[in-house]
Every structure is written in C-alpha cells, then in structure tokens.
C-alpha cells in the first residue's frame, strides 16, 4: 500500500540512509511534466493535471523547501521530452491525451528561462 502522504525522503550515502524531513506539497500536482534544475531550483511544467494537460509552471527551492507558481506554459502538453542547458529548461513536444497514440501530438519546443 502506498501511503497518501509522504512524510519523510529518504537519502543514501555509502549504504546507509539518512531521513531527511519531506518537500513540501506542490501548488498543484501534475505528472507526466517537463521537468528540470537550473539556478539552484527545480522546475516542473506542463503535463497532466486530474482534467487534461495544463500550462502551470512551478519551481521548487530545495534550501528554502517552497514552492513557487511561475509564469506558464504557452500550451499545456502530457509527456513532453525535457533538458536543461545554460540554466534554461527546454520542453519538446508532447501531447493533449492521456492514451497512448490518441490525440494530438505536437511537434514544438517550449523554452523557460528562469
């Protein structure tokens, strides 16, 4: 069974774990996102949000454990690919369904600077 709530993230070094207190709940959970660090920050846009794709934004600063709401996505897209070079987070592609091989499958590139 998997719990609802974490409570603790466990962290490992040379065989033994280290509990360190859990990240704080995100503004609005998503999965299948963009996702990437830059400037000492984690970032997360796009993907699934409980209704279909949504445009939020949000980065994760793990010193302060916050989470902040970002200027948006153009288009809200599942699955995007994601990588982060010179400190901007590129998102490529994705898609407007949860299916596999259903809907729309869009041939862009989305770039967040932070």
């Given amino acids: ?3 609802s709530r974490v409570t603790a993230v466990a962290r490992y070094a040379f065989g033994s774990a280290i509990v ?4 704080r709940a995100r503004v609005r959970p998503t999965n299948a996102s963009c996702t ?7 970032y997360v ?7 279909g ?6 980065s994760f600063k793990v010193s302060k454990n916050k989470w ?11 699955w995007p690919g994601s990588a ?9 592609g994705g898609g407007d369904q949860t299916v596999q091989f259903q809907g729309n499958v869009y041939n862009i590139v989305q770039i967040y600077q932070p």
């Fill in 1 to 3: 069974m998997i719990p």
């Fill in 20 to 23: 360190v207190p859990a990240w």
């Fill in 36 to 42: 990437g660090s830059a400037k000492g920050s984690l």
């Fill in 45 to 51: 846009a796009g993907g699934f949000g409980g209704g």
């Fill in 53 to 58: 794709p949504v445009e939020n934004t949000e």
């Fill in 68 to 78: 902040t709401k970002e200027t948006g996505m153009p288009q809200g897209l599942i």
């Fill in 84 to 92: 982060v070079y010179k400190n901007v987070l590129y998102c490529f």
